[in-house]
């Protein structure tokens, strides 16, 4: 959704800035083998975002190859239970990296070349037919509006993912990165035709379960102990819960526990050498592509930092947001956090750096929310009862003519601005009553209003026709006049 984020806030930067802060439940930490002033700034770090953000719910945790240094716990899950080590969330796009995980070990087992068009092995995107690799690195030319048209089908069929698969348009340019969840779906179907087993099968006995990651869920028949995770409504926190999607595991929807997750983060570290060899681990984290303010490897995002370079991929689904990032020093850090927007993108996303930052004695980086894609459902909410009010005033108190018109000249262009507005955002108005469903809401809302202004604005109003009517009416005969009339008969 960063594609979102980034058009929006093209469109709307006249607008203004409109600030949230709110709070969120207790915060604990554990005992840790990092110093207790760190300790204390860790936690102490972590309850503020808790508190700023509004997060119902949330867990971290700080990873070294040998040990887990640190971990912090925050809040309920969807069901009211107090979060814990073995909480279930939604990982989002941490999951690429496992899809690619799946493809290199492929590819070290001779089933298949990072080189070849995908065609060779999925003849039914001949269409297309982009190579492996650019599958891997978003450069196949499958925009991230390709993607989101497949994404939340919550498909829980036999061959989801081929399915969701066969239904992507391919509107993008080759060899250009332009990140889309299209990509990665194609891998899973790739992996699914390679095992002839369904993708979520292969990626637990291939990768998971070698990890140790147990409780970690890749279907919906084992996604049985995910509660709702949360949206927010003009800043507020609201459960959401659609259900697990089959089709989407091989690009976001797995389910997995800070416990699991950690065990994932060592072994990105080195931690699993019998699982992930220092080789395969370094095939998939090298940057490959230019990703604009960072680089893409395999499944990860390199990103420069004043720490040195840091490995990493943020994850978010309709209620949920993950990260896992992996420091220069052989440290890792692993958020995850029951409630998403992308008006807060910015500050979930900022939270993991600022743990090595605190690690590291250095102040955290203050990070808000994003104040435009906050203002966005408040804005739509007055134009929407801007549109109500000039419906109701044309309704009572017509205008004069000429300035009827030109109000209902203006209507138009309004309707016609709301009307193009999720394409601005490179989306549908689908796609945005998932992701930011106040925005979406209030969006529709405005339509009806300005369609009624409009109406009421271009065609006669009531009392217009009344008026107009009466003034027509001959005037009634007087007695004198209906005297004189029968004299001259």
């Known amino acids: 959704m960063r594609r979102i984020r980034h058009l929006v806030l093209g469109c709307l930067v006249p607008l203004g800035v409109i600030a949230l802060t709110a709070t969120a439940g207790p915060s604990a930490a554990t005992p840790s083998p990092v110093s207790p002033d760190t300790n204390a700034n860790l936690s102490a770090y972590l309850s503020e975002v808790a508190v700023d953000q509004n997060i119902p719910g949330m867990a971290a945790a700080v990873v070294t190859p040998e040990a887990t240094g640190f971990e912090w716990l925050s809040g309920d899950d969807g069901n009211g239970a107090p979060i814990g080590p073995d909480t279930q969330f939604l990982i989002g796009s941490v999951a690429k990296a496992m899809t690619a995980a799946l493809i290199v070990q492929r590819v070290d087992r001779g089933e298949l070349t990072l080189s070849e068009p995908i065609s060779n092995h999925l003849p039914w995107l001949a269409d297309a037919s982009p190579t492996v690799e650019q599958l891997l690195t978003h450069t196949s030319g499958y925009s991230t509006a390709d993607g989101l048209a497949v994404a939340e089908r919550f498909d829980n069929t036999d061959g989801a993912v081929r399915h969701a698969a066969e239904d992507l348009e391919h509107s993008g340019t080759r060899g250009q990165y332009e990140y889309s969840d299209a990509n990665y779906l194609i891998l899973g179907a790739l992996i699914e035709e390679l095992d002839d087993r369904p993708f979520g099968e292969v990626l637990r006995s291939d990768l998971l379960e070698p990890l140790g990651m147990n409780h970690t869920a890749t279907t919906s028949d084992t996604a049985t102990a995910l509660s709702a995770g949360h949206r927010y409504w003009w800043g507020s926190p609201r459960s959401y819960s659609p259900g697990f999607d089959d089709s989407g595991t091989p690009y976001g929807y797995v389910s997995s526990t800070l416990d699991d997750m950690v065990r994932y983060a060592r072994a990105q570290n080195g931690g699993a050498p019998d699982v992930r060899s220092p080789d395969a681990l370094r ?26 370079p840091l490995v990493h991929h943020t994850g978010a689904t309709p209620g949920y947001f993950a990260h896992v990032m992996l420091g220069p020093d052989g440290q890792a850090v692993v958020v995850l956090a029951n409630a998403y927007s992308e008006a807060k993108a910015p500050a979930l996303a900022s939270v993991a750096e600022n743990l090595l930052l605190l690690l590291d004695g250095q102040s955290p980086t203050a990070t808000s929310g994003d104040p435009l894609l906050t203002a966005l459902p408040w804005v739509v909410s007055a134009v929407a009862a801007l549109g109500l009010a000039i419906a109701i005033a044309s309704w009572w ?8 018109w030109t109000m209902a000249a203006a209507a138009v262009v309004i309707i ?19 992701w930011m469903p106040d925005a979406a809401i209030m969006l529709i809302l405005s339509l009806i209003t300005w369609f009624l202004a409009a109406a009421l604005l271009i065609l006669p109003a009531r009392f217009s026709i009344v008026r107009s009517r009466r003034h027509s009416r001959p005037a009634p005969a007087t007695g004198q006049q209906c005297l004189q009339s029968t004299a001259h008969d």
């Open 283 to 308: 095939q998939l984290h090298d940057p490959r592509v230019d990703a604009g303010d960072d680089e893409y490897g395999y499944g990860w995002r390199i990103t420069p930092s004043d720490l040195g």
């Open 397 to 404: 108190r017509p205008a004069r003519r000429g300035l009827r």
């Open 416 to 434: 016609s601005a709301l009307w193009l507005l999720p394409s601005l955002f490179g989306t549908n108005l689908q796609v945005m009553r998932i």
